[in-house]
């Protein structure tokens, strides 16, 4: 089992519709959760970062985190076409710079 | 302010060929980290450096790989000899300190033949 988990799609959402993404992760001594959108043939960029249990918002995205179910999710809202992107998902544990990615899902925006 | 660079962006090169590939981190940030991307595997981490010494290496996957951060504006990373599996896309990355916002290079994509 890879400790962070995703849906590897691909997902499509109609123009302007909320999509959302969603994560698990194995590791209890996660701390930080990470979501980096990856253009293709592009690095990936950070978006969100989230460390508490709740909501985050950030414009049109937000992220949510569930530390009792290990689940991590990103909403996107009004979503554009240039929202298509591969999503990754990533997991840090407290004092360790190392982030741990899932596969990613890959997310088309249909006009 | 120039992101992450990396050389070569492309490379091509045979089965038993020694590959290096290069990486200079942002100006002031002391952690850098490299990562290989599969489509099969995502993206890994190999090896991260903080304040050029080797923190965590146990991603790298064999002893044909290594990795050198000879001063904090520059590391490398090779591998020798180099085969097949190893095609992948390698992307260096740095932050300003730990648990900051890590910032990817453009990566360099290998094929090895």
């Known amino acids: 089992q890879k400790e962070v988990e995703q849906n590897s799609g691909p997902l499509s959402v109609p123009e302007g519709a909320i999509a959302s993404l969603n994560c698990t992760y194995s590791?209890?001594?996660?701390?930080?959760f990470f979501w980096y959108r990856q253009y293709s043939g592009k690095s990936p960029e950070l978006i969100m970062s989230?460390?508490?249990?709740g909501d985050k918002e950030d414009g049109r995205f937000t992220a949510q985190l569930n530390k009792a179910s290990q689940y991590v999710s990103l909403l996107i809202r009004d979503s554009q076409p240039s929202d298509s992107a591969t999503y990754l998902c990533?997991?840090?544990?407290?004092?360790?710079?190392?982030?741990?990615f899932g596969t990613g899902t890959r997310l088309t925006i249909i006009p | 302010d120039a992101g992450v660079i990396q050389s070569p962006r492309h490379e091509v090169t045979e089965m038993g060929q020694e590959v290096t590939l290069r990486c200079k981190p942002i100006?002031?940030?002391?952690?850098l980290f490299w990562y290989r991307q599969t489509m099969m595997r995502g993206l890994e981490l190999l090896i991260y450096?903080?304040?050029?010494?080797?923190?965590?290496d146990s991603g790298m996957p064999e002893d044909r790989f290594s990795a050198k951060m000879p001063n904090a504006s520059f590391s490398t990373l090779k591998i020798q000899p180099s085969e097949p599996r190893d095609s992948a896309v390698y992307f260096c990355?740095?932050?300003?300190?730990?648990?900051?916002?890590?910032?990817f290079g453009p990566g360099t994509r290998l094929l090895v033949l």
């Open positions: 990533a997991s840090r544990n407290f004092g360790n710079e190392k982030l741990t």
């Open positions: 590791d209890r001594g996660s701390q930080s």
């Open positions: 989230i460390y508490s249990n």
């Open positions: 100006s002031g940030h002391n952690s």
């Open positions: 450096f903080n304040n050029n010494v080797p923190i965590d």
């Open positions: 990355a740095s932050s300003r300190a730990t648990q900051e916002t890590q910032y």
